[in-house]
Each structure stands twice: as structure tokens, then as C-alpha cells.
């Protein structure tokens, strides 16, 4: 009897789980369905792509299909699962052929998510994109760049939407960009717009940007962006993207702001659909509930990537949140497990960087004080800057660091982090930290690297450890 490791979805979580699965018991049959024709592709890479800073599109290929086959994988693009039977143990696929009916010994639901733009009235004027989707990358790359400088025959016909890039491709360059929303998306778009000389207006309607950074990190990043010449709105609501076919205008507290190509990134949300009516348990956060290893409540079926919860690591409760390395890892696990030695996926802590322009910003864990209270923690934070390097030697440069911490234990809950010289990575630290459940004495006492090019003797996250905890001490 037939006995496939299917998987419903080709990027990150479904290919990771088949690779490794392939590798661990060779003699399985492993099926991909993508309902597209982009397989293992980086969409954090598309704004560099967008900016000209990426060359080609297919540089953001993890994958080819030509080198998934080589493991072994029978991958099918353009297939897209559209119903579990789990009584049954099959999936309906959709495809070019027509449907048909595939039996599995294990499911694998790799769904990925979708970008929101609702309730954005007119989001669906042409000129107004979502960076989720490498047809949209190509078609924007192609509308920046003039006419004559757009290479129709570089992009593959077989992957590519040839006629949609096409359209663009034929008009003149815009002059100015609106983005609607002050999240990884919009910050990163905000520089690669910049870089194409448009004149940038974002709208943010909380009063900061990038929220799960913390205030500080956000004050940092709206300084760096206005000293970019990026017209910043925030606490404004967008009430409309107008136009007739095209969009023109963004319509903003009765005002009529004149663009000539929008970006809607205000957010994310799991692609659960498939699930509807198999008994498979959602989660608080809306995504596929499933255990240690990535199992859901139904027999034989697991779940991965953006259309997943996992384990929070500092409240130990389930949470969603979208990243590219919680998707492999998970993908990754499962697919250890499916081969008969079972693998934990790991928790998460939300650990993520973003660049605006040359500002580099981490967070990881948890720093918003309300979301401390709700999981049963007396939240104290403390923020603080310092050099990047030793005060004497070239490059250094401020980093602020903020840290969040119980009151009572003294764990360390969350840490942001920001600055121009390598701050990112230091948000690391951190994430290791919250991964052993760290106090913020222990991570004081951390023993870090020290050298006058690389960092003070003092690390900026061993001086907001120092701060935090002489005022949890006091």
C-alpha cells in the first residue's frame, strides 16, 4: 500500500520537512504541491531586490526546482490541495490536468499566510502592491527602472508572470511612493523607493513604528527616516488608496494626497483555509495548533511555517509569529519525526532584525508591558546607550538597548536594540538568553567578547543587564 509524505505548500516549512525527510529514509516517496510556480524563495529578500541591491530575482532561490528533483522529491507546481479527508487519508489537488484525488501515509500543511489589505479601501488599483509574492517583486522592480532598461527576456516565462511585469514594465517610472503601514514591510520599501529617487510619504496609524521593537527603537528608526527625506504620518489612518483604474491619491483625514504607486504592508495572517472542515484545532492566534513536534490533533497530519503556531519561549504558551527561521526549523523537525526519530521544533521568542536604511534594529522576547502583565509577569524595563566599539577607535558609534524583566524573578522577558554598527546581531545575546531562561544578573555576568574593533569592554547588552538589574535590586 502506498504510504507518501505529502506536503501542501513548496517554500520554507514544506521543502525543509522534505529535504530532511528524503535524507533520513531515502526510500519514501515525498510529495510537494505548490500551487504556485516560486518554490523556496526568500520573501524577506524582495524589498533588496526591489532596490536594485539584489540583481536578479532568482538570486532569492534557496532551491531550484531542477534541484529539488535531485533529492528525490517529486515536487509539483501549479498542484494546489484544496481538501483534506483525513478519515479517507487523501488531499484533493487541483492542476493543470484537471483534479485528482492523492493518497498519503503523512500530511504536512505548509500553507504559509497571506498579506492583509483590508480594510484598505482600494487596494486593488493597479499600482498598488503587497510585497508577498515574487510576481509582484519583478513587476515593481520593472516599474522603477525606465522603459528601455527593462529586460523582458531576463525573466523566466516558466516561474515569471511574464504580462503582468509586461504592463508595468511599459509605463513611465513613478515619482513618489505612499506606504501604508510602519512595519518591517514599510520601513524596508521607504529605502528601496528612496534608492530609486521617489519621494517617500509613509502612514503609520499607531503613533510609532515597528511596534514589537519598543519605543526607543522606534523613535530611533522615525529619526533616521525623516533624516532620509521620508515624509512620516504617524497616528494617521488611511482612510482610502483613490483612483480611476490606477491609483493616484491616498485620502488621509479628508486630505488628498497625490502618489503614483502604493504599498499596503499592515500585516500578515495564516493561510488556514484547507484546514476548514477536517476537525484540525486552530489556535488564539487564528494559526494551526499543534504540539512539540509539530503535530496536530488529527492522526498523521502536522503543520509548519505561517500557518503554525509554536511555543512561546518566555510565557510557554502558544504564539504565532511569522519568521523564515522558526518556518525551516519547524519544517526541518517534522520532517525528522515523519522518518521515525522524533524531533522537538523548538520554541520561539519572536527574535527579529530590520534595516532602515543604515539603522539596524533588533528585538527579541517579549518588552510591551501589557502583553508582560497578561502572562502573569510584573514587567520593569530600562533603556540605555552606548558604544558600539571602544570610545577610541574608528566606527563607534551609539546603540541603544532596552530590557524588559520580572520584577519578581528577575528573568529576563524581551530586549530591543538599535544603531549603525553591527547592533543587529547583538540582539542575539539576547535570544540566547531568553532561550535559557536567563536572569538579567546572569546575563550581566555573560562573559562576551572584547576587542577595541569589535565592542567596549562593556557590551551595550551587558550595560542595559548592569542597569536593569540595579533597578530590580533597588
Known sequence: MSNPFVVAGGDAAGLSAASKLKREDPDREVIVFEKGRWVSYAHCGQPYYIKGEVEELTDLLSLSPAAIEERGIDLRRSHEVVDVRPDDGVVRVEGPDGAFDQPYGDLLIATGGHAVSEPIAGAALDGVFTIHGMDSAAALRAYLTPPEDVDIEAFDPDTVDIAFVE???????????????????????????????????????????????????????????????????????????????????????????????AVVGIGIRPNTDLVGDTGVELGDSGAIAVDDYGRTNVENVSAAGDCAEMRHAVTGEPDWVPLGLTANRAGRAIGQTVAGNPEPVGDIAGTAVVKAFELECGRSGILDHERAREAGFDPVSETVTAGSRSGYYPGNAETTVTLTADRDSGTLLGGAIAGEDRAAIRIDTVATALGDDMTVGEVERLDLAYAPPFSPVWDPVLVAAKVLNGTLED
Request: charged share 25%; hydrophobic share 40%.
Open 167 to 261: 504592463k508595468y514594465a511599459e509605463l513611465t517610472p513613478p515619482e513618489s511612493a505612499a506606504i501604508v503601514g510602519g512595519g518591517y514591510v514599510g520601513v524596508e520599501m521607504a529605502e528601496a523607493f528612496s534608492a530609486h529617487g521617489l519621494d517617500v510619504s509613509l502612514f503609520q496609524r499607531p503613533d510609532r513604528l515597528l511596534l514589537p521593537f519598543g519605543e526607543a527603537v522606534g523613535e530611533r528608526a522615525a529619526e533616521t527616516m525623516r533624516a532620509e527625506g521620508v515624509d512620516l504620518h504617524l497616528s494617521t489612518e488611511v482612510d482610502a488608496l483613490v483612483g480611476e483604474d490606477r491609483v493616484t491619491a491616498v485620502d488621509v483625514n479628508g486630505e488628498r494626497i497625490p502618489t503614483d504607486v
